[in-house]
Every structure is written in structure tokens, then in C-alpha cells.
């Protein structure tokens, strides 16, 4: 497509086709993503099951807390996985990244629904889900920030608002497998088997859909010329990351804003609940399908309306609201299933507009050659610091009787996260959409 023909498109609104290629391309991007939160989240959700397991269960809170700081420990590997595999991907090309991160993921979560417990083998048991859990934040530390970059780079220039749609269509989709899988094992098998055994068959779920996933991957088109991989060396590569460092720091609050709002509502709360207020984890989970179905609906409605339009504006406007919107959760101070729901269904559509837009958002801030590296960089950190982070200090901050601090923190987050952007912005300029 010529520029001038860009830019008609552009200002009349009309959209390019996808061909079927890019549409086989964003499948497999796409399930990707589905499979690396289905596993990211299913290890949230079932954290009061898992704590017990794999550390001395004396006490349920503090196996529980021993649970999430390990959830942590895999974001704190995120950046690690956005500098080594963003950096292949700038110089050897996408498709052989993404194929690898997936590939990662699916073995390590066909290890976790066997491992032994720490009653079997003591301290070991503990080791082996630290070590998966750093391999996994190696794994997603480039999965889902390059492979927005992948999808944006196959479409045509205008179809961003489609594309941050469509990819969080595919991540919300994982994220409502986890909740619906971990409802309807807990349905099926009730509490005492889940805590005993059950909270394994949402692991062997995920591996079996990680192994399909591998084999779609396989054909991925490929966005980097060979010319644009033959001048890439790492030093060209980091030399651009430098040079955006303003950038990087940008995503880093872009991402990090967006990930604490994320996990507080989809595995901080609900771990609250079930742990701190004692609420029937049948009855969380089934709230949290709800709020899975309310973030798939709403991202494929934003795909059809935002796509053509300014990318810009639309992260403005929705990170602005998120600011007001996680005040809400200081609604559940106390047990009761309904302020549960209320809080957790209440902020949902900022939630959605806020997830849906991020990534695309952070690919704009990075020229192509350093996209992989830079932007893997910047949401490694954003989730290692702030979302990875979130879900232990909701839990501390309430057992702490001071609840009240989050939603403080994660206000401020987001109002950083748009300075940044603008500071960004208008340094090194905006380069996809407008």
C-alpha cells in the first residue's frame, strides 16, 4: 500500500482488508496470548490451593502469601525474558521468538500439574514451582508486548484500534478459560478434592491447549526483512533502546498502571476474598467468569470502534477514568458476597478499556528496529515492579486493616503513566497509528 493511498484510508475512515495470511498470523499470535494468561492467571486464582502444597500449610494465610510472593518472583523474571528474547527477535526475526516463548510455557505447566508436594519431598517441592515460575516470567516477558508488535506489524497502518481489540479479545479469552476452568473443577469436584488433588486439572488443561498452540505457531509470517535482520546486531539493537530510554520508562507506567488494576481485580481480590473474608471459592469463581465474560465482550466492542481511530485519545481518556474507578474496591471492607460483586463487576469496563488499549499503546512509542527489546524491556519491568507485585500487597495491605493505601497507589500509577506517555510522546515522536 502506497503512502497516499494510507493516508485516503486514513482520512476517510475506509479500512484495509486483512488477508488470509494476517488473519492465520493473528490466530496464532492470539491463542498464544490466551494460553500464557490461562496459565498466568490459573496460578492466581488456585494460589490458596497451591500455598499448602508446595510449603509448610500450618498456616492457610501464610502458605497462601507464600503462593503469591512465588507468583511475584515470576514477574520480577519478566524483564530478563523481554532483554534476551526481545533482543532475538530485533535480530533474528519474530517467528522464531514467539515459537519459542510458547513452547516454554506449555512444558512448564505440564510440569507444575505433576510435581510432587512438599509433603512427598519436602523443600524440593517448593524449588521446582519457583524454577517454573521464573522460566514462565521468562517466557511472558516477550510474549505478550512483541506479539502485539508482531500483529500491528502485519496489518495495515489504520487497524491498530483492530488489532489492540482482537489481541485482548484473545488474553481476556485466557483469562476467562482460567476462571471458568478453576469454576467448574471446583464445581464438580467441591473444596476438599480441589484443595487435595483437583487444582491439578486446570494445569493439565493448560498444557494440552499449550502443545495445539505450538503447532499453529509453526507458520507464522514473518514482519522483519531479511535486510532489516542483517543490519540489526545487538549493539544497532540497544543502541536504539538508549536512545528511546524516555520511551521505555513510559511503558514501564503505561504497562505497570494497567497490570496493578489487572491483578488486583482478577487475582488480588479474589484471593482476598476467599482467604482474608473467607467468601465459598464456588461462588468466587463464578464471579470471576462473569467479569472474564465482561472483559472478552468488551474488547471485541472496542475493536470495532476504535479501530481507525487515534489510539492516542482513546489511552488518555481511558487511563484517565481508571484514576476515580479503583477507588471502588474500597467498597469491600467486609465479608459478604455481594459487595464482592459489586466492587469486582463494577470496575470491570474501565478494566477492559484500559487492558484492551495498553500494548498497542507501548508499540507506538518504539521504532521497529529496537520494538522487540524496547517495548519487552519497558512491560517486563512494568509488570515486575507494579502488576506482579500487586496481587501480595492487596492481601497485606487488608490483613494490615489498611486497605485504603491501594487504591491510592495504583491512582497514582496510572496519573505517572500519563505524564510519561505525553513526555514520550512529544520527545521522540509516535511511531504506528496517530
Excluded at 164 to 174: P, Q, R
Aim: overall charge positive; some cysteine; hydrophobic content about 55%.
Amino acid at each position: 500500500m502506497t503512502d497516499t493511498v494510507v493516508k485516503t484510508d486514513l482520512e476517510t475512515g475506509r479500512k484495509s482488508r486483512l488477508s488470509p495470511e494476517v488473519r492465520r498470523g493473528l490466530l496464532g499470535l492470539g491463542l498464544g496470548n490466551t494460553l500464557e494468561w490461562y496459565d498466568w492467571m490459573v496460578f492466581g486464582l488456585l494460589s490458596a490451593f497451591i500455598g499448602p502444597k508446595f510449603f509448610p500449610s500450618q498456616d492457610p494465610v501464610a502458605a497462601t502469601l507464600s503462593a503469591l510472593a512465588v507468583f511475584a518472583v515470576g514477574f520480577a523474571f519478566r524483564p530478563l525474558g523481554g532483554i534476551l528474547l526481545g533482543t532475538f527477535a530485533d535480530r533474528i526475526g519474530r517467528r522464531r521468538v514467539m515459537l519459542w516463548s510458547i513452547m516454554m510455557m506449555a512444558v512448564t505447566t505440564l510440569i507444575i500439574a505433576v510435581s510432587p508436594t512438599y509433603d512427598q519431598i519436602g523443600p524440593a517441592a517448593g524449588v521446582i514451582l519457583l524454577v517454573c515460575r521464573i522460566v514462565q516470567g521468562i517466557s511472558t516477558g516477550v510474549e505478550a508486548p512483541l506479539s502485539t508488535a508482531h500483529a500491528v506489524e502485519l496489518v495495515p497502518e489504520g487497524r491498530e484500534g483492530f488489532v489492540a481489540g482482537i489481541i485482548s479479545f484473545y488474553v481476556n479469552a485466557g483469562i476467562l478459560l482460567a476462571s471458568l476452568v478453576s469454576y467448574l473443577s471446583s464445581l464438580m469436584l467441591g473444596g476438599a478434592v480441589m484443595a487435595d488433588w483437583g487444582w491439578r486439572v486446570p494445569f493439565i488443561v493448560g498444557a494440552a491447549f499449550g502443545f495445539v498452540v505450538v503447532y499453529l505457531r509453526r507458520t507464522l509470517p514473518e514482519t522483519m526483512k531479511p535486510e532489516e535482520l542483517a543490519n540489526n546486531s545487538a549493539k544497532t539493537v540497544w543502541g536504539g533502546v538508549r536512545k528511546h530510554w524516555l520511551s521505555v520508562l513510559a511503558i514501564t507506567f503505561v504497562v505497570g498502571a494497567a497490570q496493578a488494576y489487572n491483578y488486583a481485580w482478577n487475582t488480588g481480590l479474589p484471593t482476598a476474598a476467599r482467604t482474608g473474608f473467607k467468601e465459598d471459592a464456588t461462588a468466587v469463581f463464578a464471579l470471576t467468569t462473569i467479569l472474564g465474560v465482561v472483559l472478552v465482550v468488551g474488547s471485541l466492542i472496542i475493536s470495532k470502534v476504535a479501530d481507525g481511530k487515534s489510539m492516542s485519545k482513546w489511552f488518555l481518556i481511558t487511563r484517565a477514568l481508571a484514576i476515580p474507578s479503583v477507588f471502588l474496591m474500597l467498597m469491600y471492607v467486609k465479608p459478604g458476597i455481594a459487595g464482592f460483586a459489586a466492587v469486582l463487576l463494577g470496575g470491570s469496563v474501565v478494566l477492559v478499556l484500559n487492558m484492551t488499549l495498553y500494548n498497542v499503546v507501548t508499540s507506538s512509542l518504539m521504532p521497529k528496529g529496537c520494538r522487540g527489546a524496547g517495548t519487552a524491556l519497558g512491560y517486563g519491568l512494568g509488570v515486575a515492579l507494579f502488576g506482579g507485585t500487586a496481587s501480595y500487597l492487596l492481601v497485606w495491605l487488608q490483613s494490615m486493616n489498611a486497605s485504603w493505601i491501594f487504591p491510592v497507589y495504583v491512582a497514582v500509577l496510572s496519573a505517572l503513566s500519563i505524564v510519561f506517555y505525553l513526555l514520550a510522546r512529544k520527545k521522540n515522536g509516535i511511531f504506528i497509528g496517530r
